[in-house]
């Protein structure tokens, strides 16, 4: 899984131990498990020494509360100064329902506990390292392949199917891993320009200590367990685990892109002149997407003499299309992000690069496009959302648009418009 760094693992029990264990088993060259329960948390250490055959490995034991500010902070403080940096971060703390009642009879103080465990932990600890990684150096994810970019570190949050549905009589642990995805999500958006990745493993019922004591406690749980999982059996710690680690890896994220530009040398030999990723990029919406303009001509035809295309291309940052010009342009959609409703009067041609998107028209039409298809866009309104995984990660769509001339529909002319999205091409010029 190209793991080859430090993590650092809190909970020593359930899959918090088998996230440690893989880490260790798949070449992590360091691990700290930390627990409240420090005794747990020295035997998985001692497990992951046994598991891994990595020269110079180390695995360290270490107390944390996540309800505790300064526990956690001494926690990772420790943590860099053993390893000097901290590359991985799995969150698997948490509490589960001691008492499953209907909302009219619920606890507040287990309501309370439930919150401050899994949700106050998990936003204390994102906190803490968000910090440490976005003040680390950004390394290359892959040496051997630069144009993959640089990554100062990822997070990975246990979150719950729950995180998504209500089960009944158990409106605080649903209360709970609501937030904690919500807390994974905004989290995500606020590293992402740092190169640091969040994400959240959303898994259904699995076989852990806290499953157990559920079973035991619930009456009737363990038969809704088993109608509910068509499998026919609860996930088993190692395989969220697997999970978790892929998220980690840098086989998760998306690759970054190069572009590369031709001409020619005095003897008239065709030759590369740029390899590179792009002249002009911009963060849009409230950080939920990322633009790159590969590339845009101003007329047609183009003056490729003397490179003035390439100078023009360079030198502005283009509007959302040229009359008479031509654009290449793509995108990096964050998780389940959906497009303003919009019209160009252009015609565009979008491929899906990575992941799946839905395509939806004024019309209420809509499309499902996987990676390779591609839409052919003629000045029609529509809107693009990212379905990639459940809405769970991100998806990259790349869009050449071309001018066209004025279209008209029974008379009427179709007219441009960008709701939302005008606020991205303020001051870059004037698109028809």
């Not at 059996?233 to 190069?258: T, W, Y």
């Not at 409230?286 to 035809?301: D, F, K, M, R, W």
Request: hydrophobic share 45%; net charge negative.
């Amino acid at each position: 899984m190209d793991i080859t760094g430090n993590a650092f693992v809190v909970g020593a029990s359930g899959i918090g131990e088998a996230c440690a264990l893989t880490f260790a088993r798949v070449g992590a060259r360091g691990i700290v498990i930390a627990d409240l329960n420090i005794e747990a948390a020295k035997a998985v250490a001692a497990e992951c020494k046994i598991l891994s055959g990595v020269a110079g490995f180390k695995a360290e034991a270490i107390t944390i509360d996540v309800t505790s500010e300064e526990s956690i902070a001494v926690a990772i403080t420790r943590a860099v100064q053993s390893f000097g940096r901290i590359d991985y971060c799995v969150n698997s703390a948490g509490v589960g329902v001691q008492v499953a009642q209907e909302i009219a009879e619920a606890d507040i103080n287990e309501f309370n506990n439930m919150l401050q465990v899994n949700v106050t932990g998990t936003f204390l600890l994102l906190r803490a390292m968000s910090a440490i990684m976005k003040s680390q150096e950004a390394v290359l994810i892959d040496p051997s392949s630069p144009a993959r970019g640089k990554t100062r570190g990822s997070m990975v949050v246990l979150g719950s199917a729950s995180s998504f549905v209500a089960t009944p009589k158990m409106i605080q642990y649903t209360a709970a891993k609501h937030a904690v995805l919500g807390l994974a999500k905004n989290a995500a958006l606020d590293n992402v320009a740092y190169g640091v990745r969040v994400n959240s493993v959303c898994p259904s019922w699995v076989d852990t200590p806290m499953v157990r004591k559920a079973i035991e406690d619930v009456a009737g749980l363990d038969e809704t367990i088993k109608a509910a999982v068509p499998l026919g059996r609860i996930a088993l710690a190692e395989e969220v685990a697997d999970a978790v680690v892929f998220l980690c890896s840098p086989r998760s994220r998306l690759r970054q892109i190069f572009r590369h530009i031709t001409g020619h040398n005095d003897q008239g030999a065709s030759v590369f002149l740029k390899s590179d990723q792009g002249d002009h990029h911009r963060i849009m919406g409230e950080q939920q997407a990322v633009a790159n303009i590969l590339y845009s001509t101003q007329e047609t035809p183009v003056e490729l003499n003397g490179d003035v295309d390439i100078d023009k291309a360079s030198s502005r940052e283009p509007p959302l299309h040229y009359h008479n010009g031509s654009i290449v342009r793509m995108i990096d959609f964050g998780p389940d992000v959906e497009s303003p409703l919009h019209r160009a009067v252009s015609i565009d041609y979008g491929i899906v690069v990575e992941g799946v998107f839905e395509l939806i028209l004024d019309s209420g039409e809509k499309r499902i496009m996987r990676q390779g298809d591609v839409s052919v866009q003629r000045a029609t309104a529509h809107k693009w959302k990212n379905i990639t995984g459940n809405g769970t990660m991100p998806g990259r769509m790349m869009w050449i648009l071309l001018d066209c001339k004025d279209v008209y529909v029974n008379g009427k002319k179709m007219e441009g418009f960008l709701g939302d999205l005008a606020k991205e091409y303020v001051d870059q010029g004037v698109s028809k």
